[in-house]
């Protein structure tokens, strides 16, 4: 068992672009079904902290592939195109 407090402690990796997207917000969930929909995250975009330079970003239950100890591994969005950097 895990508690919402715990997973708001995992930082969230995209495995398909590796990139570190933040930390758990809030959660949305369906009462009646007993069920979580999504998550909401902060990340930073590399501003300073009283320079709103966080960005909200909403993870369908769905996307979460595995919550390990320290991270959440998700699958969104489109892969690194190799070709693009001559590997």
């Not at 919402?4 to 930390?23: A, L, P, Q, T």
């Not at 007993?34 to 769905?62: L, P």
Request: hydrophobic share 40%.
């Amino acid at each position: 068992m895990i508690r919402v407090s715990d997973i708001m402690e995992k930082e969230i990796i995209n495995v398909k672009n590796g990139k570190r997207m933040g930390f758990i917000t809030d959660i949305d969930m369906d009462v009646n079904e007993g069920k979580v929909i999504s998550f909401s995250i902060s990340g930073d975009s590399g501003r300073g902290f009283f320079s709103r330079g966080y960005e909200e970003e909403s993870i369908s239950w769905n996307d979460i592939l595995k919550i390990g100890c320290d991270t959440i591994i998700v699958n969104i969005g489109s892969e690194f195109n190799l070709d693009e950097f001559n590997i």
